[in-house]
């Protein structure tokens, strides 16, 4: 079954504006990561959080992680034409081998100019 | 190279027939995943390298499938006989292994099964 399930599945913005994509999840987690594919090829890795993390920033991005509510956000701040790609959130789980990410369906972005 | 390489890019093959997917790693990685990827669908995991263990082959989802790392870098992800349900996007990654960090992806591989 899908641990990360991400919402909404697709988002359509204006250039400039703020992007915000959401990640539930089931299971304990040892981190959780967030992937952008563009085309539907090879996947970025964008930002890793730990579950005793609450947010983190990385350039124009920021991530929250709420392990009470098992959920994570992803805040693309003044968005681009180029941020244009899907976005996925993937688990690394606790309890088990820590290396398997379960990865959820994505959002697609799109930013228009 | 600087990151993980797949080849071929792109695959179409007959129903029954056999293909081979190849991974390069990134050098230093020890760690190597394959994910298979329906069309709008998220990553399905199918296997896992680290080092000289025994790979973790949980994610295969029959046994059409196998795959192999040789020396402790490159892979191969073989599937025998293959079938319509197959066509999809094969996809390679590496990390350090042993560390909580990123996983780094190749570009894929598009099989598509006829």
């Known amino acids: 079954s899908q641990q990360g399930e991400e919402d909404p599945q697709a988002l359509s913005i204006q250039e400039g504006e703020n992007a915000t994509m959401n990640c539930s999840y089931k299971?304990?987690?040892?981190?959780l990561q967030w992937y952008r594919q563009n085309s539907g090829r090879g996947l970025v890795h964008l930002i890793l959080?730990?579950?005793?993390?609450r947010e983190k920033h990385s350039g124009r991005l920021r991530v929250t992680l709420d392990t009470s509510k098992k959920s994570s956000s992803l805040l693309i701040t003044a968005s681009r034409a180029a941020d244009t790609a899907s976005y996925f959130c993937a688990t690394e789980n606790s309890g088990g081998s820590n290396y398997k990410l379960t990865f959820g369906k994505g959002t697609l972005l799109t930013v228009n100019p | 190279g600087a990151g993980v390489s797949q080849s071929p890019s792109n695959k179409v093959t007959e129903k029954g027939k056999d293909v081979e997917l190849r991974c390069d790693p990134i050098s230093g990685h020890t760690a190597l995943y394959w994910y298979r990827q329906s069309l709008g669908q998220g990553l399905e995991f199918l296997i896992y390298?680290?080092?000289?263990?025994?790979?973790?082959k949980s994610g295969l989802p029959s046994d059409r499938f196998s795959a192999e790392r040789t020396g402790g870098s490159v892979s191969t992800l073989t599937i025998q006989r293959t079938q319509q349900e197959d066509s999809a996007v094969y996809l390679c990654a590496s990390s350090l292994g042993g560390v909580t960090v990123g996983q780094f992806f190749g570009p894929g591989t598009r099989l598509t099964v006829l």
């Open positions: 299971t304990s987690i040892n981190n």
């Open positions: 390298f680290q080092g000289n263990s025994a790979p973790d």
């Open positions: 959080i730990r579950s005793n993390e």
